[in-house]
């Protein structure tokens, strides 16, 4: 099992950039596919971006592309969502998670999840 937890969320200007952080805590960080989740009110829940277990292969949601890159760094169990050029629709609660299948399908089953943080891009 493992424990997820964010930072970095807040409030951020429509073209800026911000950068979450996740940290695992418990079984050995390097054995999980880690992404990122976001909900938005009244919407459904949508997969960001995910990262296989050394960072081989990355996925992201076509609303991100190009924006959103997603990184590991195993040696201080954190994977991080840097997000550039921001638009008031990325505005949700952005989750952290965590599998351990392989592969970085956004559309998988992920395991664990952590508690969320909010992202706000003002217009």
């Known amino acids: 099992q493992v424990q997820l937890i964010e930072s970095g969320g807040g409030l951020v200007q429509a073209g800026g950039s911000m950068k979450l952080a996740c940290i695992g805590a418990g079984r050995p960080f390097s054995v999980y596919t880690m992404g990122w989740f976001r909900q938005a009110p009244g919407k459904e829940r949508e997969g960001v971006s995910a990262?296989?277990?050394?960072?081989?292969?990355?996925s992201y949601a076509d609303s991100v592309k190009g924006r959103f890159t997603i990184s590991r760094d195993n040696a201080k169990n954190t994977v991080y969502l840097q997000m550039n050029s921001l638009k008031p629709e990325d505005t949700a609660v952005y989750y952290c998670?965590?599998?351990?299948?392989?592969?970085?399908?956004?559309?998988?089953?992920?395991?664990?999840w952590g508690q969320g943080t909010q992202v706000t891009v003002s217009s």
């Open positions: 998670v965590a599998k351990l299948s392989e592969g970085s399908s956004l559309k998988d089953n992920y395991d664990y």
């Open positions: 990262i296989t277990r050394t960072g081989d292969s990355t």
